[in-house]
């Protein structure tokens, strides 16, 4: 796209602060936001998110920092614009709907604030009943509705008055699994068809992959990374990111400094894998990697077969090790693992089949899905 880059971003969040009583919900978030770009935000319960959401939406004030829409200060500590004057919308995880009033009512409902045509008006509501599958359903009340109707109909509202900035609130938890899976992709394809431009918030990963075009991964209040979602998926920026994406093995040991690059010692074997570039040999650190990463060496659960592969997994960049099963659980398609390393440290693998509890196994783990950070170097 010529020129792009130098486009003023839609939406600017500068050095955002915000304190409850004598707890600091955010401490300085920064981000800007392209138009037509879909954002996820990130993190555990707590974190921060639904603070963040509400300054955005002129619900809270923010303590320090500033959020710019289109160039105007929407939020400063100085004051901001009132939420009704922004054109940002905003679909929260209970829906929010008038209960009653009808779906065709619910989804006017902004269009009537703004005296519209009436015909206008009937084209526009029909049009996004067609868009968003409730065409036959605009008679019903909230309460008639299925939860993933009810979900659609609180989208079709605020997509009605086409706000500058769609807000979304957690707007799947409310669903079943099934449910959640066919409306993020749902979503992810109309906003997009619509080029809508989405601040979205949520703690489930997957949500958060399916719709976005960037992850913004929150902790404690901070950013921990700003990138795409296969970027922040294939490069964790800190362990606790690393672990909300998937990767919830850990094994604690220090820096090696090696031929390739760094490597995680703990007990006598020694791990090679990515990140912690700047980390000085010998400090403590935390490796970190999925369990469909790991790769078994031999057939499963005869690791003598497996020595020969071990050199040969060095010569590739994977480095093998060996553990002992402690537990295997079935999961339909495959088996998970629970297996321990040598200094006792208990680690999540999948396998193809049953593994008897005291089973030593080898498997090797490649370089680039081993995630190495050094504890030295971390923000609390
Ligand atoms: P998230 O949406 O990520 O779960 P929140 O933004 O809701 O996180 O909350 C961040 C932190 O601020 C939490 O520790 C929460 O308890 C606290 N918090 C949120 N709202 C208030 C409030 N109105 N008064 C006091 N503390 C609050």
């Given amino acids: 796209m010529k020129g792009a880059s130098h486009e003023r971003p839609l939406l600017e969040i500068k050095d955002v602060a915000k304190r409850y009583e004598?707890?600091?919900?955010?401490?300085?978030?920064?981000?800007?936001?392209?138009?037509?770009?879909?954002?996820?935000v990130l993190g555990p319960s707590g974190c921060g998110k639904s603070t963040l959401l509400q300054l955005i939406a002129g619900l809270a004030l923010?303590?320090?920092?500033?959020?710019?829409?289109?160039?105007?200060?929407?939020?400063?500590?100085?004051?901001?614009?009132?939420?009704?004057?922004?054109?940002?919308?905003m679909v929260f995880q209970d829906y929010a709907l008038?209960?009653?009033?009808?779906?065709?009512?619910?989804?006017?409902?902004?269009?009537?604030n703004r005296r519209m045509d009436r015909a206008d008006m009937r084209n526009r509501v029909g049009e996004l009943l067609e868009m968003l599958q409730l065409s036959g359903l605009e008679k019903r009340l909230p309460p008639q509705l299925s939860g993933g109707q009810q979900q659609r109909v609180a989208i079709a509202r605020a997509l009605a008055t086409q706000p500058r900035l769609l807000l979304l609130d957690e707007p799947l938890s409310n669903l079943d699994m099934r449910l959640r899976i066919e409306m993020r992709t749902e979503m992810a394809y109309l906003f997009r068809q619509l080029g809508t431009s989405v601040f979205?918030?949520?703690?489930?990963?997957?949500?958060?992959?399916?719709?976005?075009?960037?992850?913004?991964?929150?902790r404690s209040g901070a950013v921990d990374q700003i990138g795409t979602p296969s970027d922040c998926y294939s490069l964790p920026a800190s362990r606790w990111a690393a672990a909300l994406?998937?990767?919830?093995?850990?094994?604690?040991?220090?820096?090696?400094?090696?031929?390739?690059?760094?490597?995680?010692?703990?007990?006598s074997v020694l791990i090679e894998g990515v990140g912690a570039e700047a980390a000085a040999e010998g400090s403590e650190a935390e490796l970190l990697f999925?369990?469909?990463?790991?790769?078994?060496?031999?057939?499963?659960?005869?690791?003598?077969?497996?020595?020969?592969?071990?050199?040969?997994?060095?010569?590739?960049?994977?480095?093998?090790?060996?553990?002992?099963?402690?537990?295997s659980t079935f999961e339909g398609k495959r088996w998970r693992i629970v297996a321990?390393?040598?200094?006792?440290?208990?680690?999540?693998?999948?396998?193809e089949r049953l593994l008897p509890p005291g089973t030593p196994i080898a498997v090797s783990l490649p370089r680039s899905a081993a995630y190495i950070y050094d504890k030295s170097q971390e923000r609390s």
């Fill in 22 to 40: 004598s707890h600091q919900a955010l401490r300085g978030v920064s981000l800007d936001m392209r138009k037509g770009e879909i954002i996820s």
């Fill in 62 to 89: 923010p303590d320090g920092g500033e959020i710019r829409l289109d160039g105007d200060v929407i939020s400063s500590s100085r004051g901001m614009q009132p939420p009704e004057k922004r054109g940002v919308n």
């Fill in 98 to 112: 008038w209960p009653h009033l009808s779906v065709f009512d619910n989804i006017a409902y902004g269009l009537k």
């Fill in 200 to 218: 979205h918030v949520t703690h489930d990963p997957e949500e958060a992959f399916a719709m976005a075009d960037r992850l913004l991964i929150m």
């Fill in 245 to 267: 994406l998937g990767a919830i093995n850990r094994i604690e040991g220090t820096i090696v400094r090696t031929a390739r690059g760094v490597g995680l010692r703990s007990g």
């Fill in 290 to 327: 999925r369990p469909d990463d790991v790769v078994f060496l031999g057939s499963e659960g005869a690791p003598s077969a497996a020595v020969a592969e071990t050199a040969a997994a060095h010569e590739d960049g994977r480095t093998a090790f060996g553990l002992t099963v402690l537990h």
């Fill in 340 to 351: 321990k390393t040598e200094a006792g440290q208990k680690l999540y693998l999948l396998g």
